[in-house]
């Protein structure tokens, strides 16, 4: 092979490769050794790894170990989903466009807005797009984020808002909720607030929409999906935009993406809608068919006139989320959205009978909350995970010098036990008495 490349050395061969990040020595393998050989010490390595399924997962912060049945696993799972590239010719993709036609619908309700995209990357994505498309309608740079947004989604707003010339200003958090009355009056672009926040405490609207209604700025509301089954709508409270992060509808966590980013928008704001949108229509011989109605990309469009650069969708996952949508109906996610409920308020209430616990924010929350313990939080999250446990997320970035940063945020969802919430409380006891 290195004659044929013309090379005179596997070093040369693997010279483009940084020498930093290459794997000194090699693995300690026999020379010659056959595939199943191989094999067989490749395992025993691995079985020196703790993986996802050696621990009872207590992490959110975002992403979170939802029950994924049988039926979206096997219906996602087809080669006409799997295989099927962006679906750019609606003559050959009717199924795939179908598909995201249900999948927009449903969003929508969620949402309680009239229109949904066919997906972004992930919830970070989609705010980036919320808050240009909110800034392009008002034309004013000044966006306004609360501090209870994902700090993760903070995060890639403000490096975006470096290239697109946003000034993006934190609004930030008393007692876990946002504290509008600091907002000072001036011109503003962009009112963004999360539903629940990212410490799992859930605020009113009432504060984000008067400082939008006051200045004229849309109003960007970060909406968890799961808990739309027991909230009301952020279209009924007067959200402009709502976006969110799609993972928990039926995506697996798969150590972090891909992941699906849901955006939803008034109808007069269409225009302005980033990526693709499909719309429902009939062919020449009168026949129901599905088309990509507006396209605002810079593939499909000219690119100064195109409403995102950056952005595409997420056809495999948005599928996977009608499917998820659609096998739980309205009353199963209601439903699931109670299973969430009722554990968090039962760990919660379990936990603050562990002396030195206290919450971080007193705040009503549906499936995540944020404690205070007499150790900080890695400590706790360090020596849980030798008891078997993922016990939650440090809250520490974006927070620093807060009233919540050293905070442990839990997360339960509908697969936690009784048994393994009590299992999680003794041993965080064990923990802190140690």
Known sequence: ????????????????????????????????????????????????????????????????????????????????????YTPYQPEVAQGVLQAIFEYQTMVARLAGLAVANASLYDGSAALVEATNLAVATSGCERVLCSQGVHPHWRAVLSTFARG?????????????????????????????????????????????????????????????PICAGLLRTPGELGAD??????????????????????????????????????????DVDGRKAYVTTLRAREQDIRREKASSNVCTNQTLMAVTTAIQLGWLGTSGL????????????????????????SLATSAPALREFALRTPLDAETVIARMAEEGYLA????????????????LLVALTERRTRGEIDGFVSALGKVLGA
């Not at 697109?164 to 001036?186: C, N, Q, R, Y």
Request: aromatic share 8%.
């Open 1 to 84: 092979m290195l004659s044929f490349l013309g090379l005179g050395s596997t070093d040369e061969l693997f010279r483009v490769v940084p020498e930093a990040i290459r794997l000194a020595g090699g693995l300690a393998l026999d020379d010659g050794i056959s595939e199943a050989d191989l094999r067989s010490r490749l395992d025993e390595l691995s079985a020196k790894n703790r993986f996802g399924a050696s621990f009872v997962c207590f992490a959110g912060g975002g992403a979170y170990d939802h029950e994924i049945p049988a039926v979206t696993r096997a219906l996602a799972g087809r080669s006409e989903f799997v295989t099927a």
């Open 164 to 224: 697109s010339g946003h000034d993006v200003e934190t609004v930030p958090l008393i007692a876990g909720k946002t504290d509008w009355s600091a907002v000072h009056d001036a011109p503003v672009g962009a009112v963004i607030v999360s539903y629940p926040n990212y410490l799992g405490a859930l605020e009113e609207l009432s504060g984000a929409k008067a400082v939008a209604s006051a200045t004229g700025a849309p109003l960007i509301v970060c909406q968890d």
């Open 241 to 282: 935009v709502v976006v969110g992060e799609g993972q928990a509808l039926g995506t697996s966590l798969g150590f972090g993406g891909p992941y699906l980013g849901l955006f939803s928008c008034r109808l007069e704001l269409v225009r302005r809608l980033p990526g693709r949108l499909v719309g429902e229509t009939v």
């Open 334 to 357: 209601r439903e699931l959205a109670l299973r969430c409920f009722r554990a968090t308020r039962y760990c919660r209430e379990a936990a603050l009978r562990l002396g030195g616990v």
């Open 392 to 407: 939650g997320v440090a809250v520490r970035d974006g927070f620093e010098k807060t009233e919540v940063e050293g905070a």
